[in-house]
C-alpha cells in the first residue's frame, strides 16, 4: 500500500499582487499570487487564469505542475483554454442551440457544428475584478443578458484559496432571467513538469461515462465502464489502452469524454486521483459536481511554444475538468444546468497535493 505524505501547513497563507500586462484594449491585468508553506499557485484576472502551480516533489523540489504561457499576449491568442475559467457552459452543446421554457437560444458554433466552452469569447477571454480574501483571491465577473446569446445577466464569482497543500476553487453565481451556466478550471497538469503524461497514473470514482458521437456529443446512455477502457476505477497509466481499437477512443482521439462520478448528492467528494510514478507527486481531485472530463491532450501538436519555451507536443498535459455532463441543456435525463432567479449556482472543486516516497 503507498502512502501519501501531506505538505507542510504554514501558519498562514500570503497573498500579493503585481500587474501583468494590458489587454488589446489597455485594461490593466493583474497576477495573484497564493502562496503557503511548499505549494504557490498564481492566478490572472484575465481569465481567472491559473497561471502557474508549483508543488514539491518526493525529494522537496518544486516544479510548475500545469501548462500555459510567460506572457499575457499568450493567453490571448490561446485556443486551447490553458488554466482559464471556462463559462458560461463548460464543454459543448449540440448545435449552439437550446431552449428553456420553450424559448429557444442560439450560442455560437466554435467546434463544428456545436458550441464549446462558452463560445467565441468565454470567461476565460475577458477581465474579471479582482480582491484579496484571507488565503486568497476573490474574481468577478458580470455576463450581460445576452452575451454569446445566452440569456439573463449572470453575476458570476469565483474565489481560488490555497491552504494546506491544498487549492480550492468554489464557484457562485446568479441571473435575472432563466438561464443554463456550467463553471469550470480548464488547467492542464503535467505532475512531472516535462514530457508526456503517458505514465502518470489514473483512478476515476466513477462506474459509467457518457459515451459520444463522432462530433463528441454524448448519445444520452450512461454506459458501464467495466471491461472498457474507460474503466479507471483502480489506478491504471493512462497510456495503457490509450491507443486501443474502441470506437470511442477513435471518436476522441483517445481520451476526451465525461466520467459519471459514483459520488451522490452534491457534496464534495474525491472524483480522481493522478499519481506521477517519476516525482511521486499526487493530486486528488475532489469535487461537488456530478461530472469530470478526463482529456488526454490529444489535439497538443507542438506548435504551441509554452511556459520557458517548452513545446507542448502530444499528451504532454491532461485536463480533469469538474463539471455538469457536455450537452446538459438538451438532454433532459442529465442533472439540469438551468439557474433560475432567485436560486444560486454554486459548486465547489478542491486540487489536493502530496506526495509518495
Known sequence: MLIATVLTVSAETSVTHRPFGKTTDGTPVEVYTLKDGPVEAEILTYGGVVLSLKAPDRHGRLANVVMGFDSLEGYISDKAYFGGIIGRYANRIAGGAFEIDGKKYSVPKNDGNNSLHGGTIGFDNVVWKAKAIPDGVELTYVSKDGDQGYPGTLTATVSYTLRGGVLRIEYSATSDAPTVVNLTNHSYFNLAGQGDILGHQLKLNAS??????????????????ESTPFDFRKSTAIGARINADYEQIRFGRGYDHNWVLDSKNGKLAEAAELYDPSSGRVLQVWTTEPGIQFYSGNFLDGTIKGKEGKVYAHRTGLCLETQHFPDSPNQSSFPSTVLRPGKRYHSVTEFRFSTRP
Not at 459509467?208 to 450512461?222: A, D, H, K, N
Open 208 to 225: 459509467r461515462y457518457t459515451p459520444v458521437s463522432q462530433t463528441l456529443i454524448p448519445t444520452g446512455e450512461l454506459a458501464a465502464v
